[in-house]
């Protein structure tokens, strides 16, 4: 059996020791990264090209990470964290992470097998015409945070990520009822489509975090309010195609106090499973 530590990858998306600046285009509630973007970036740490599929990672967000300043990433076996560098210039952070992940900005942790088993499976897939018209701007829920890179409607260049309540009818927009998959919580879905950057020709894994965190926190977001991802888990199972669209589906699974707790999958438009979350947000 495949331990955690057996399949961290040898080429990781993100550099060990290398100062990091993450640029104002990736923000996600103002002044402060986006939570799936900032987990990527710690999980890439851990995986790269060469990671097989169905490797999970789980992120723990333990404060922001900041924008236009330097941080850097650490490893340590399974685990990984993303630190701020001391401002006096020696490439130090203030207060290296320990293994329990205090002073870490961000912690990222390869789970084993058995953990992968237990996660809570992704909603069921959503057909494409149906997910579209879930995730119009007449139907989807609206962000809190406008100039988010993943949701927000007014961040140029942005991934636009737009999903809203999956139609349980025959009516308009195509709207379908979720099919095959499992759904597992029986929760109402939540859909839109994303069409990945066609340019970039195989993308990062951190895009695929990116696009599984906005969706996991909207579901709660129907009725207004805001929340911030603390914790978000993702398991990949096939690369992209290039300019095919995916169909994006999340539910809520639950709450606690100010805990909110969801599952998100990316799938291709043949219902072939991309890559799955789970994900818990604290409301504010």
């Given at each position: 059996?495949?331990?955690?530590?057996s399949v961290?990858s040898?080429?990781?998306d993100t550099?060990?020791?290398?100062?990091i600046?993450?640029?104002?285009?990736?923000?996600?509630p103002p002044?402060?990264?986006?939570?799936?973007?900032?987990c990527?970036?710690a999980?890439?740490?851990?995986?790269?090209?060469?990671?097989?599929?169905?490797?999970?990672?789980?992120?723990?967000?333990?404060?922001?990470v900041?924008?236009?300043?330097?941080?850097?990433?650490?490893?340590?076996?399974?685990?990984?964290?993303?630190?701020?560098?001391?401002?006096?210039?020696d490439g130090?952070s203030?207060?290296?992470?320990?293994?329990s992940g205090?002073?870490?900005?961000?912690?990222?942790?390869?789970?084993?097998?058995?953990?992968?088993?237990?996660?809570?499976?992704?909603?069921a897939?959503?057909?494409?015409?149906?997910?579209?018209?879930?995730?119009?701007?007449?139907?989807?829920?609206?962000?809190?945070f406008p100039?988010?890179?993943?949701?927000?409607?007014?961040?140029e260049?942005?991934?636009?990520?737009t999903i809203?309540?999956?139609?349980?009818?025959g009516?308009?927009g195509g709207?379908?009822?979720a099919?095959?998959?499992?759904a597992?919580?029986?929760?109402?879905?939540?859909?839109?489509?994303?069409?990945?950057p066609?340019?970039?020709?195989?993308?990062?894994?951190?895009?695929l975090?990116?696009?599984?965190?906005?969706?996991?926190g909207?579901?709660h977001?129907?009725?207004?309010?805001k929340?911030?991802?603390?914790r978000?888990?993702m398991?990949?199972?096939r690369?992209?195609?290039r300019?095919?669209p995916?169909?994006v589906?999340a539910a809520?699974?639950?709450s606690?106090r100010?805990?909110?707790?969801?599952?998100?999958?990316l799938?291709?438009?043949?219902?072939?499973?991309?890559?799955q979350?789970?994900a818990t947000?604290?409301?504010?």
């Open positions: 059996m495949r331990t955690a530590s961290a040898a080429t990781t550099l060990p020791g290398v100062e600046r993450v640029a104002r285009h990736y923000e996600g002044g402060m990264t986006n939570g799936g973007w900032a990527g970036l999980a890439g740490l851990l995986t790269g090209p060469d990671t097989p599929p169905g490797t999970a990672v789980e992120v723990t967000l333990r404060a922001p900041p924008l236009d300043t330097p941080i850097r990433g650490e490893r340590s076996g399974d685990s990984a964290f993303l630190v701020g560098v001391d401002p006096a210039g130090a203030p207060a290296g992470p320990d293994r205090d002073g870490a900005l961000v912690q990222a942790r390869l789970l084993t097998a058995e953990e992968r088993a237990a996660l809570v499976p992704p909603p897939f959503v057909p494409l015409a149906a997910a579209r018209h879930a995730g119009s701007p007449d139907v989807c829920v609206r962000t809190p100039t988010c890179y993943v949701c927000g409607p007014d961040r260049g942005g991934l636009h990520i809203g309540p999956v139609a349980t009818g009516s308009g709207g379908a009822v099919t095959g998959g499992s597992g919580v029986g929760a109402a879905a939540f859909a839109g489509v994303w069409a990945p066609s340019a970039l020709g195989d993308l990062p894994l951190r895009y975090w990116a696009a599984l965190d906005c969706p996991t909207l579901v977001l129907t009725g207004g309010g929340a911030l991802l603390g978000l888990t398991v990949p199972h690369a992209p195609v300019g095919e995916l169909v589906v809520a699974t639950g606690d100010r805990k909110r707790f969801a599952t998100a999958a799938y291709t438009p043949d219902a072939e499973l991309v890559a979350s789970v947000w604290i409301t504010i």
